[in-house]
């Protein structure tokens, strides 16, 4: 195989974000396509159009993850590319976005340029990264990474009630195809990188070589309803209080193991949640993380605690209703390598680093070898509808993915 001169269709591949950017737009410049939603569902209509009409096969399997397949000389496990296309509810325009949109364009330019590899590519977008609606987040990754049943998916709901399985029958996109359970060769990931550190170090690429190790928890707090006027203090039993103080510690313990500690409560909700009467019933999501996994589950730990004492400085039962646990997964070297020699071929400046955010990436690096790429976002902005990035070292690290993949597919 050629094409060691082999570069993507920038304008393309700049032109598709910016379409993409029109779907599902968010109040202030951005992005708001919740997973399964009309939104997401017209963004996945659209990249199946883009990939039917280059005659590309595409196939969606029971999870609602999209597969477009470049085929290979030999039938060979698959090398993977790809990300996601759902976005928070006041997310970006390139989260998760440029990463499929950038796997897309490696294999239309393999295409175009009459380059068929040893080994198929498979450009990939996993449902549901985010959890901004159902949560956790990186569900169909996980189901696909054989570490959650598809049952347990369709089963989650949102806000409204309505289960994953239903959401995903409405938008069309539950396949036929079985999920995970095949051999893969490997998978390749391209991100943002949701930091400053890649701006501030004037590197166009990050090279991941772990992530920070994350816990995160839904606590439910059970107390019982009165009226706020005549019911004395001692007696009550409020469950959003129990919540607030939990939310609070949570911030406190970030505080104690800043600055590489981070703790977040990002969610609250209580019921009634009305003037004049106490919750009955709330829930909080929180979650640590730290580079140090032993460090991290100090944090864990000390989390438990203050979840402890919380609920009975307030007088209200805490239970732990959901957990989950990513991050300290480590990044396969052959592929990191790939990476390493092809920015260096490109005369790419880059720099290994460490992702602080979740991403489909470490799920799948439990079931093949992995490298998870970033590109510089402006500013660090990201998860807000401000969040950019520059064109130049966008394409660059684009092309980087470009070289890598090829790499990988052709190997012996």
Not at 219 to 236: C, K, N, S, V, Y
Not at 244 to 255: P, V, W
Request: hydrophobic share 45%; with cysteine; aromatic share 6%.
């Amino acid at each position: 195989m050629t094409g060691g001169n082999l570069r993507i269709n920038e304008d393309r591949l700049w032109s598709r974000l910016m379409r993409s950017a029109e779907i599902g737009t968010g109040e202030a410049g951005g992005l708001k396509r919740l997973a399964l939603t009309e939104e997401d569902a017209a963004m996945r209509r659209q990249l199946v159009a883009w990939a039917e009409a280059d005659g590309f096969p595409v196939s969606v399997d029971r999870a609602g993850n999209i597969f477009i397949r470049l085929s290979g000389r030999e039938e060979l496990p698959p090398v993977l590319v790809g990300s996601h296309l759902d976005t928070q509810v006041a997310g970006g325009r390139f989260d998760g976005i440029l990463g499929v949109l950038a796997g897309f364009e490696v294999i239309q330019s393999l295409k175009e340029a009459g380059i068929i590899p040893k080994r198929p590519i498979e450009v990939v977008n996993w449902a549901n990264e985010e959890g901004a609606r159902f949560a956790p987040p990186m569900m169909a990754s996980a189901v696909f990474a054989g570490v959650q049943s598809l049952d347990w998916l369709y089963e989650r709901t949102d806000d409204d009630g309505v289960t994953y399985g239903e959401a995903l029958a409405a938008t069309g996109f539950r396949g036929d195809e079985p999920v995970g359970g095949r051999a893969l060769d490997s998978y390749f990931e391209l991100h943002i990188e949701q930091g400053p550190l890649l701006q501030e170090n004037d590197r166009p690429l990050g090279i991941v070589t772990g992530g920070y190790t994350v816990h995160g928890m839904v606590i439910r707090l059970t107390g019982e309803t009165a009226h706020t006027g005549p019911t004395p203090m001692d007696q009550r039993r409020n469950a959003l209080v129990g919540a607030a103080m939990i939310a609070a510690a949570t911030n406190e313990i970030g505080l104690a193991y800043a600055p590489i500690g981070k703790a977040t409560a990002a969610r609250l909700v209580a019921w009634p949640n009305k003037p004049g009467i106490l919750s009955s019933w709330a829930e909080v999501t929180v979650d640590v993380r730290h580079e140090d996994p032993a460090v991290a589950e100090a944090m864990r730990s000390d989390l438990q605690q203050a979840i402890v004492r919380s609920a009975e400085r307030a007088r209200v039962e805490a239970e732990i209703v959901s957990t989950w646990y990513f991050g300290d997964e480590v990044f396969d070297a052959d592929c990191n390598a790939l990476v390493r020699q092809a920015a260096e071929r490109l005369g790419v400046p880059h720099m290994e680093i460490k992702s602080q955010a979740g991403h489909d990436a470490y799920y799948l690096s439990r079931v093949a070898p992995t490298a998870l790429l970033f590109s510089p976002c402006v500013d660090g902005i990201t998860h807000n509808e401000r969040e950019d990035v520059p064109f130049a070292e966008t394409m660059a690290a684009s092309n980087v993915l470009l070289q890598a993949v090829m790499a990988r597919a052709e190997r012996d």
